[in-house]
C-alpha cells in the first residue's frame, strides 16, 4: 500500500485540454514536491509545496497543497504534447529526521496532438 | 558539472552475479539517497548518508545490498547474488542538508539493471 495515493494512473487526453493530478495522503508532510519523470531518465523537480494552502504556479501548471498538508493537486492548462509523461508526487514525512522522501505510484500522462 | 551523475547507465548481468554502481552527488551536497523503481511504480527508498554515515539502511531489501560511501563524497550501491527480482532502474539523489525538513532532492538519470 503506497503512503501516496496518485490518481488518476494514467491519463491520455488531446492537447488543448485541461488536466489535474491528485496525490492523497493519511499523513501530514512538512512538505510535498512534484518531479516529472520521462522513460529512462531520473525524475526532474518541478516544484515543492511548504505551506499548507499553498499555490504556486509554473507556467500552464499550478500546484497546491492542502491546508492539512495531506494531499496536493497538479493542475495542467492547455496541456501540451511536451507535458507527456510520468508525474510524482513524494512527500517529506514530518517525523522523520532523515527527509526521505516518500513517492506515490505516479501519473502515466499522455497527450495526444 | 552541475548534476548528479550515475554509472553505468544501463548494466545486463546473469543471474548469481554480483554488481556495483556508482552516484556521483552534486558538489558540496552532504545527503545521498539510493531509490529502486520498478516499472510503473515511483521510487522506493533504499537507504541514505549524511557525508560518510549511512544513516538509514532498514529499508535495504535484503542483505544482499549493501551501500557505502567512504569518503562523503561518491557513493557505491552493490547488490550481491542478483536474482531476476532485483531488475529495476536504480536512482540516486544529493541534497544539501540544512537540517531544513523541505530540502530539495535531485536526481540522477538512474542505472537500469537487467538480471537474466
Known amino acids: 500500500t503506497q503512503l501516496l495515493e496518485q490518481s488518476p494512473q494514467f491519463l491520455s487526453i488531446q492537447e488543448g485540454e485541461n488536466l489535474t493530478v491528485y496525490c492523497n495522503s493519511s499523513?501530514?508532510?512538512?512538505?510535498l514536491q512534484w518531479y516529472r519523470q520521462e522513460p529512462g531518465e531520473g525524475p526532474v523537480l518541478l516544484v515543492t509545496?511548504?505551506?499548507?494552502?499553498e499555490v504556486k504556479k509554473l507556467k500552464r501548471l499550478t500546484f497546491q497543497f492542502g491546508d492539512a498538508r495531506k494531499d496536493s493537486s497538479l493542475h495542467i492548462t492547455a496541456a501540451q504534447t511536451g507535458d507527456t509523461g510520468l508525474y510524482l508526487c513524494?512527500?517529506?514525512?514530518?517525523?522523520?529526521?532523515?527527509?526521505?522522501?516518500?513517492f506515490g505510484g505516479g501519473t502515466r500522462l499522455m497527450v495526444k496532438p | 558539472d552541475t548534476g548528479v551523475s550515475q554509472d553505468p547507465r544501463h548494466k545486463i548481468t546473469k543471474r548469481g552475479q554480483n554488481v556495483t554502481f556508482r552516484c556521483d552527488p552534486i558538489?558540496?551536497?552532504?545527503?545521498l539517497y539510493w531509490y529502486r523503481q520498478t516499472l510503473g511504480q515511483g521510487p522506493e527508498f533504499l537507504t541514505y548518508?549524511?557525508?560518510?554515515?549511512?544513516?538509514?539502511k532498514s529499508r535495504l531489501l535484503s542483505d544482499r545490498f549493501s551501500a557505502e560511501r567512504p569518503k562523503g563524497s561518491f557513493s557505491t550501491l552493490e547488490i550481491q547474488r542478483t536474482e531476476q527480482g532485483d531488475s529495476a532502474m536504480y536512482l540516486c539523489?544529493?541534497?544539501?542538508?540544512?537540517?531544513?525538513?523541505?530540502?530539495?532532492?535531485?536526481f540522477g538519470q538512474g542505472t537500469r539493471l537487467t538480471v537474466v
Open positions: 499523513s501530514v508532510f512538512s512538505s
Open positions: 539523489a544529493s541534497s544539501p542538508w540544512t537540517g531544513d525538513m523541505n530540502t530539495e532532492a535531485f
Open positions: 509545496v511548504v505551506t499548507g494552502g
Open positions: 548518508f549524511q557525508n560518510e554515515a549511512q544513516l538509514e
Open positions: 513524494a512527500g517529506a514525512i514530518e517525523d522523520n529526521a532523515g527527509n526521505m522522501l516518500t
Open positions: 558538489s558540496e551536497h552532504n545527503r
